[in-house]
């Protein structure tokens, strides 16, 4: 609205004169437009300061990423309170806990993975993620989550949801990240936790196609970027040496002799058989370079 701003006027206690002598008196020298104050003063009309159009959204954009930023860690958090839960009930440590410090559920859990790879993919948000203690650590973790022995057909299905997601966000990261990022996953051993879905033999990874289909793919993905740097993005170039240091972790998990199996299986409508190609001609590009 705007805002008065009293000013010296000609004097007298009140309007006087002609129609057209009062309206010179409310000519100001400058052009501003007076009104008469009741005790015959002027008042001058000033414009309120409306914020422009780029100071709007300079400030809309400053509340989003405040929100966005929130938003991750509060997705982090229980991700990490997930994790450490599940730890300690694999060395049987976990106490109960009141009902309202229960932690997340199963199908809470795979949600929350949800959340996190949607900022990750739709928000850019690698670095904000990567920068969160024990984030990485815990996603890791969990690649290989399981509940006890026993069979329970929605239990199992709900613990291979939580690693699916669990693996997607990690290669989320490894598909928006930038150089820094990729280090990142190297350290927590990327190329060990993509391997687990090959390694079938005795139970110690996923047996279903799907799984070793998109584990594949991601292993794939990985290494030929390393190799070959991005297209679309000029700025990451080729990191052989992080190649290289993914190989030993595919090594020590198994992954190259589980590879050559996949090389027949012609599951998931030749997919299988089709990565499985792939992966092992990114292997070899390691030793040509």
């Known amino acids: 609205w705007p805002t008065p701003q009293t000013s010296r006027g000609s004097g007298g206690n009140g309007p006087s004169g002609n129609v057209s002598q009062q309206k010179r008196k ?48 509060d997705v982090a958090s229980l ?26 559920q199963l199908t809470d859990i795979v949600s929350t993975l949800l959340s996190l790879q949607h900022q990750i993919e739709v928000n850019r948000s690698c670095y904000q993620v990567i ?21 329970d057909l929605d239990v199992d299905r709900q613990s291979l949801e939580v690693r699916s997601w669990n693996r997607w966000c990690f290669n989320q990261i490894q598909r928006f990240g930038d150089e820094q ?23 110690a990874g996923e047996e279903q196609d799907e799984e070793i289909r998109n584990g594949l793919y991601y292993i794939y993905d990985f290494l030929r970027q390393l190799h070959e740097g991005r297209n679309d993005q000029p700025s ?12 030993e972790q595919m090594k020590e998990e198994g992954a190259i002799e589980e590879l050559e199996a996949q090389m027949i299986n012609s599951g998931y409508d030749g997919e299988i058989l089709d990565y499985a190609n792939d992966v092992k001609a990114a292997t070899l590009n390691r030793f040509i370079n």
């Not at 920068?131 to 069979?151: D, E, H, N």
């Not at 990729?182 to 879905?197: A, F, P």
């Open 236 to 247: 990451f170039q080729h990191l052989p040496l992080l190649a290289g240091v993914s190989l």
């Open 26 to 73: 409310n000519e100001a020298p400058n052009g501003d437009i007076h009104t008469l104050s009741p005790q015959g003063g002027d008042v001058t009309l000033s414009l309120m300061q409306f914020p422009t159009s780029t100071q709007y959204q300079k400030k809309k954009k400053v509340a989003n990423k405040m929100q966005t930023e929130q938003q991750i860690q």
């Open 131 to 151: 920068q969160i203690p024990k984030i990485l650590q815990s996603l890791s973790a969990l690649v290989t989550f399981r509940l006890g022995t026993y069979i």
């Open 181 to 203: 990022d990729q280090q990142e996953l190297v350290n927590n051993e990327y190329g060990r936790v993509m391997s687990l879905s090959l390694c079938t033999a005795g139970g």
């Open 79 to 104: 991700i990490i309170q997930f994790n450490d839960s599940y730890a300690q009930n694999k060395q049987g440590k976990q106490k109960e806990q009141p009902e309202s410090e229960s932690n997340p």
